[in-house]
T-cell receptor
Framework: GAGVSQSPRYKVAKRGQDVALRCDPISGHVSLFWYQQALGQGPEFLTYFQNEAQLDKSGLPSDRFFAERPEGSVSTLKIQRTQQEDSAVYLC?????????????FGQGTRLTVV | KQEVTQIPAALSVPEGENLVLNCSFTDSAIYNLQWFRQDPGKGLTSLLLIQSSQREQTSGRLNASLDKSSGRSTLYIAASQPGDSATYLCAVSVNDMRFGAGTRLTVKP
């Protein structure tokens, strides 16, 4: 595709519900990042993939958060037993190379609201 | 841990004014620094990417400078327009990309 695509754009979940957020990176992009952005804040790093390998998951806030990229393209961020503090915009970004030394391209984000 | 700070948090200027946004970072061992624009409810759009070996980059009315040794970058916007109103974010890259909290810019007609 022409850019990074995220779905759904908006998600309302009841507290305790599991959610899955999808990211389709630009075709051929090796690196993929997930970020969490609270209202009025900059994006906070969650996790990083190089192809299918998850190289860094140090930013995941709890073991309720899980990310995968099984075939090195599409990635899914799963949040189990959602809590109100999980409400945020979740952004996905991809890079052409295996390092961050190139321009990053971001998706539109998924706005998650936990009620 | 890399800390990125942006000053000011918000800025309101009349149309036509030149302005400077500031970004500082604590660890100078970076690959690059990138400036982004974010419109309300939207994702991030890359404006300028400065590699660690570069001092500045220019695109149209935008000029970004990088002083790695002092841990600072500035984004200069010339002849501001109402369409420039958005949040501007800087991000530094080492093994991942770390963001500041952004500067919310309003350009009044």
């Amino acid at each position: 595709g022409a850019g990074v695509s995220q779905s759904p754009r908006y998600k309302v979940a009841k507290r305790g519900q599991d959610v899955a957020l999808r990211c389709d990176p630009i075709s051929g992009h090796v690196s993929l990042f997930w970020y969490q952005q609270a209202l009025g804040q900059g994006p906070e790093f969650l996790t990083y993939f190089q192809n299918e390998a998850q190289l860094d998951k140090s930013g995941l806030p709890s073991d309720r958060f899980f990310a995968e990229r099984p075939e090195g393209s599409v990635s899914t961020l799963k949040i189990q037993r959602t809590q109100q503090e999980d409400s945020a915009v979740y952004l996905c970004a991809s890079w052409t190379s295996g390092t961050v030394n190139t321009e990053a391209f971001f998706g539109q984000g998924t706005r998650l609201t936990v009620v | 841990k890399q800390e990125v700070t942006q000053i000011p948090a918000a800025l309101s200027v009349p149309e036509g004014e030149n302005l400077v946004l500031n970004c500082s970072f604590t660890d100078s061992a970076i690959y690059n620094l990138q400036w982004f624009r974010q419109d309300p409810g939207k994702g991030l759009t890359s404006l300028l990417l400065i590699q660690s070996s570069q001092r500045e980059q220019t695109s149209g009315r935008l000029n970004a400078s990088l002083d790695k040794s002092s841990g600072r970058s500035t984004l200069y916007i010339a002849a501001s327009q109402p369409g420039d109103s958005a949040t501007y974010l800087c991000a530094v890259s080492v093994n991942d990309m770390r963001f500041g909290a952004g500067t919310r810019l309003t350009v009044k007609p």
